[in-house]
């Protein structure tokens, strides 16, 4: 290790991508930027529309032209940048039903188009997990599908689109968060595969995406014993280095998970676990999901400065993730000139979002769609993970409402579910509304009392379509803007 440190401060800042809070940058970023940080993340909280997230990173480029700014941007349930009004996109799952790469790739694109216009260079996405488990509970529709084959394919679609818009793509959530039943922003999720599983199922996406180009790879705060039977994946240099980097061939950037997510920061400490995954191979920390201030970037550069000095992390380590952190900002700026003569492809979203539709009948059942007159709908709300977020609206009341005026539309949450949800309906069409019903036993058991008194209701499922119930279904595999508008399209005919 040298002996000045004086530069440590920069080099630390330079491996930081903090959150802020406000739709303009405060002056603590500003200044950071002068002094060496390298990145910022921008969340639902920062935007407003295009035009103003544009202004903002122009601002944040007359301090530093080569700034890479992230969203978290899945163009599906989860979604930053439409988060007021919900995604004019459907998302992985509805284009793993697909199955036309073509078309993920255009959907992809187009979006890299849109952010590259507001000035985002990085995007956390896509979500490369196979959801092998159906009781996932953070993962779902957020996954291209269930096969490993057919989500490897999208992946690296996804991934081809998205950087020939112009914008970064990183595949997360390495080594794949989609056979577990715990969420991480909560706990420490533990994948039990053996390796030989790993390879053929959670490993392939990420392959994939490593062969397309992708620039980035976002780690997952996993324990994975068959890989590393004591870190997790993103404090493991077993996981980064030797499996990520040494067999897979990856050569981008690492970039954490959000490093105050529970599964880490309450095992390690928010500023010990920054550590240990620099030390272990990352080259990026995501932060400030949910510390969002001066004070939180302030602790981990002086923590990651401090672990220098003591030797606890390498110098030349924090340098060579500093170094890979400036190749991809190199990266974006070429992007961004190559990606602005692009054009946004005209309503590829609804496009995908109608393909994506699926509706199965009972046999002998007849005349239950199109649907002539106004319905009641009935929309079952289960609690949202952190990462889809509570702002993001959602539901097929609002679409059908322009289709067939008069509708009605009640939403109810576990708590104050009724004896008969469908009560109000009377003899109006009825329309019940499910997300991933197979998780949830009182969504189950409110379907099933409204089916009882009207068999002729519509079930629809925006989530993930495990369970088939009523004598119509319609599964729309998202529960997007877009999904919500092709599903009211399909129940009335008017498509």
């Known amino acids: 290790m040298t002996t000045t440190t004086g530069h440590l401060p920069a080099l630390a800042a330079a491996v930081l991508q903090p959150g802020f809070v406000g739709t303009t940058p405060p002056q603590w970023v500003c200044r950071w930027l002068g002094d060496g ?11 407003v529309d295009t035009e103003q997230v544009a202004a903002l990173t122009a601002t944040l480029r007359a301090e530093r032209p080569d700034v890479i700014v992230a969203i978290d ?51 956390y996405a896509p979500d490369a997990d196979v ?23 999208h992946t690296a679609a996804w991934v081809r689109g998205l950087q020939a818009g112009g914008v970064a793509a990183c595949a997360k959530h390495f080594p794949g968060h989609g056979d577990t ?4 922003h909560h706990d420490l999720p533990r994948i039990t595969a053996d390796r030989a599983r790993l390879d053929v199922c959670e490993l392939a996406p990420f392959r994939a995406a490593v062969a397309a180009g992708v620039q980035a790879v976002m780690t997952g705060h996993l324990l994975v014993p068959a890989l590393d039977p004591q870190l997790p994946a993103t404090l493991s ?8 980097r040494d067999e897979l061939g990856f050569s981008g950037v690492v970039v954490t998970d959000a490093v105050e997510m529970r599964a880490v920061a309450d095992r390690y400490g928010f500023a010990g676990a920054t550590v240990r995954a620099l030390a272990a191979g ?9 510390r969002a201030d001066e004070q939180a970037a302030r602790e981990l550069r002086d923590a990651i400065v401090a672990a220098v000095i003591s030797g606890e992390l390498p110098e030349e380590r924090l340098a060579e993730a500093a170094k890979r952190v400036g190749q991809l900002a190199a990266w974006t700026v070429a992007a961004r000139g190559a990606g602005s003569a692009a054009a946004r492809a005209a309503d590829v979203g609804l496009v995908a979002a109608r393909r994506a539709v699926r509706v199965t009948a009972a046999p002998g059942t007849t005349g239950a769609l199109p649907l002539t007159s106004a319905a ?56 019940l509304v ?9 969504m189950r058991a409110a379907v099933h009392r409204a089916l009882a008194v009207r068999p002729d209701a519509v079930v629809v499922e925006l989530g993930v379509p495990e369970l088939v119930t009523g004598a119509v279904h319609l599964a729309t595999h998202s529960a997007t803007r877009a999904s919500g508008r092709a599903a009211a399209e399909v129940l009335t005919g008017a498509r």
């Open 181 to 184: 039943r715990v969420d991480s």
């Open 376 to 431: 009641h709908v009935v929309e079952f709300e289960p609690p949202r993970n952190i990462a889809i977020g509570a702002e993001t609206p959602w539901g097929i009341g609002g679409p059908l409402g322009e289709l067939l005026p008069g509708t009605s539309t009640v939403r109810y949450g576990e708590p104050d579910v009724p004896a008969d949800p469908g009560a109000g309906a009377g003899t109006r069409p009825l329309v």
């Open 37 to 47: 940080l390298g990145s910022v993340v921008l969340f639902a909280r920062n935007v």
């Open 131 to 153: 959801n092998s488990n159906p009781a996932n509970p953070v993962i779902g529709v957020r996954s291209f599908g269930t096969d490993p084959t057919l989500v490897a394919r």
């Open 73 to 123: 941007e899945e163009a599906g349930d989860v979604t930053r940048l439409e988060s007021v009004h919900g995604s004019s996109r459907p998302g992985n799952f509805a284009l793993g039903a697909v199955d036309d790469p073509a078309l993920t790739e255009a959907v992809a694109r187009d979006l890299g188009v849109e952010l590259a216009a507001a000035g985002v260079t990085l995007n």
């Open 434 to 442: 499910v997300r991933d019903l197979h998780r949830h036993d009182w």
């Open 282 to 290: 990352a080259d990026a920390i995501c932060i400030g999901g949910e």
């Open 237 to 244: 240099q077993r996981i980064l280095g030797g499996l990520l």
